[in-house]
T-cell receptor
Framework: DSGVTQTPKHLITATGQRVTLRCSPRSGDLSVYWYQQSLDQGLQFLIQYYNGEERAKGNILERFSAQQFPDLHSELNLSSLELGDSALYFC???????????FGPGTRLLVL | GENVEQHPSTLSVQEGDSAVIKCTYS??????FPWYKQELGKRPQLIID?????GEKKDQRIAVTLNKTAKHFSLHITETQPEDSAVYFCAASRSYGNNRLAFGKGNQVVVIP
């Protein structure tokens, strides 16, 4: 157990819908990262927050957005969902930039 | 920013043999190099890491070596077992500036019983 929690574990929804994925970082970690992993693909970095502020953006679609709250948990919002958005979404956290990232168990999203 | 590449993309080894995965990085200022193991459908887990002030680190059957001059680092798994079958990701970061961990695309290791 990495100490990073994600909810829900599984999510099944329809095209066009909107979902919210939630992540709680390890105690004391200020950075939260979101990754998308499609079948047989690597880890696609989406976005990073540090202590409530957006720190870096990767290959995140405009239909996706995220935020980090004062208690440091983070939410990833996915809207106007398409079939191709079906993937594993991982959250990771670290104490600071450049340090070890600890991954949560992931949310498996299936868009039908 | 940092660019990390892994070779080979897939590696098959006989149980009991050794496996070596190599990563190259582009940023000479990178000084932290972790390796993650991801089993099917599970989260990536840190298995070993190395910092640039050492050339090698070992933990039981796994070891990581670092060549700063050539800008590459390798994961060595000895006496491979079926449970070593997984995808392995390497990563690199620096301690200042744009220092988010940059991940390689991953290597699929298959241990054949």
């Amino acid at each position: 157990d990495s100490g990073v929690t994600q909810t829900p574990k599984h999510l099944i929804t329809a095209t066009g819908q909107r979902v919210t994925l939630r992540c709680s970082p390890r105690s004391g970690d200020l950075s939260v990262y979101w990754y998308q992993q499609s079948l047989d693909q690597g880890l696609q970095f989406l976005i990073q927050y540090y202590n409530g502020e957006e720190r870096a953006k990767g290959n995140i679609l405009e239909r996706f957005s995220a935020q980090q709250f004062p208690d440091l948990h983070s939410e990833l919002n996915l809207s106007s969902l398409e079939l191709g958005d079906s993937a594993l979404y991982f959250c990771a956290s670290s104490v600071n930039d450049g340090e070890t990232q600890y991954f949560g168990p992931g949310t498996r999203l299936l868009v039908l | 920013g940092e660019n990390v590449e892994q070779h080979p993309s897939t590696l098959s080894v006989q149980e009991g043999d050794s496996a070596v995965i190599k990563c190259t990085y582009s940023d000479s200022a990178s000084n932290y190099f972790p390796w993650y193991k991801q089993e099917l459908g599970k989260r990536p887990q840190l298995i070993i890491d190395i910092r640039s002030n050492v050339g090698e680190k070992k933990d039981q059957r796994i070891a990581v070596t670092l060549n700063k001059t050539a800008k590459h680092f390798s994961l060595h798994i000895t006496e491979t077992q079926p449970e070593d079958s997984a995808v392995y990701f390497c990563a690199a970061s620096r301690s200042y500036g744009n220092n988010r961990l940059a991940f390689g695309k991953g290597n699929q290791v298959v241990v054949i019983p």
